[in-house]
């Protein structure tokens, strides 16, 4: 591939994931609760309050969701109402001021609207990372919520996830520690990443782990970013949806396009000794999330065992869920599900 210009979206989308911001970010405050009118400016540099409620008691959700521009130009946003949704679901679990649907909706397709020459051709996407921060400023408010608030919304031209082309993940089952706090683990919210900094880091200093799978008690859960899908010829298993663990678009849309394969699929409880014997028997392995999609999982480290995922290597299955997805986003195929709307120049 030839060097392009700095800046073009070709350029941009082969920096590491979400290192370049595009060139406008929308803003919208809250005071008292109410949120003004979302506003499209240069991205620069906040304007926070030292005493601000989020810099001293981590006051703060976020989402993160993509636009794709399709083989036909069209810029489109991939189940943006779902995310809308999660982070009112997240703002509201926070005790943040909750914006309304409409006006993040808005505010969504202005963040679009405004970068839409930096949006890269596939693989690449524009990530987009809405924020919402607690900023009332009083270091006396430890036990009562922020009435004022920032949404904001940066974008990040980002290109293949796995520019490696997909290696196999080696993640550490966590037997003992969960993720998160028990009430938060439906929130996303960056207090959740740095419970779980930790022990990531000694996976990774230690087993040479990608990423940490949390299995407390025997119950597996997730990881710290992406939900755990199994699968095989025939099915696809991962948890019912509960309390535990953050309930991704990305998982709800596979299982969907699963089912439209003929694949069985299955939302139960799994245990830790059903994962090993699944790994063992041939089955993959494989992390859902906005960000990687679809990645695959080569091997497992239990109590210091290590244990292949079936060859471990990607496996079949999920690399064609993994097409089947991009396809729908990339507009390649039809969206018989309506989960994508375009964006119209701004
Ligand atoms: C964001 C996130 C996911 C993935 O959700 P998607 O909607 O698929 O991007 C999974 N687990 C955690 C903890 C997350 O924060």
């Known amino acids: ?31 008292g609760g109410v949120f003004s009118p ?17 810099l001293h008691y981590g006051s703060a959700v976020f989402e993160g969701l993509k636009a794709h521009r399709g083989h036909d130009g069209v810029v489109r946003l991939f189940r943006a109402a779902r995310h809308v949704e999660r982070l009112r679901q997240s703002a509201t679990m926070a005790c943040l001021p909750v914006p309304d649907a409409a006006l993040l909706h808005q505010a969504v397709h202005r963040v679009v609207s405004g970068n839409l020459d930096e949006v890269p051709r596939a693989p690449g996407s524009l990530y987009l ?37 997909g290696r196999p993940l080696r993640l550490l089952v966590e037997t003992t520690l969960p993720r998160t706090a028990p009430q938060f683990g439906q929130v996303k919210a960056g207090a959740n990443y740095v419970t779980a900094l930790g022990v990531t880091e000694r996976a990774r200093a230690d087993h040479g782990a990608d990423q940490v799978l949390f299995a407390p008690g025997g119950d597996v859960q997730e990881t710290g970013a992406a939900n ?48 090993v014997s699944w790994a ?16 695959g999982v080569g091997t497992l480290v239990v109590d210091g065992d290590e244990i292949l995922v079936g060859d471990g290597t990607v496996g079949p299955v999920t690399g064609r869920l993994r097409e089947q997805l991009l396809a729908i986003q990339r507009a390649e195929v039809p969206d018989r599900h309506g989960w994508t709307e375009p964006v119209a120049r701004g």
Do not use: W
């Open 129 to 165: 990372r809405p924020v919402l921060i607690g900023t009332e400023p009083n270091v006396g408010a430890a036990a009562s919520p922020s009435r004022d608030a920032l949404l904001y919304i940066v974008a990040s031209p980002v290109g293949d996830y796995f520019s490696g082309g």
């Open 228 to 275: 755990l899908l199994l699968l095989d010829e025939q099915r696809v298993v991962t948890k019912a949806l509960d309390g535990s663990f953050l309930h991704g678009v990305t998982r709800d849309s596979l299982l969907v396009l699963a089912a439209d394969l003929g694949l069985v699929v299955e939302e139960r409880d799994i245990s830790l000794d059903e994962l």
């Open 38 to 54: 979302p506003r499209l400016v240069p991205t620069g540099p906040l304007e926070l309050s030292p005493a601000a409620h989020v």
């Open 1 to 31: 591939m030839t060097a392009e210009a700095a800046g073009s979206p070709a350029a941009t989308a082969l920096a590491p994931f979400g290192t370049v911001l595009a060139g406008m970010m929308v803003v919208c405050p809250a005071e």
């Open 280 to 295: 063992r028997g041939g089955g993959e392995a494989a992390l859902a999330g906005t960000a990687a999609v679809l990645a």
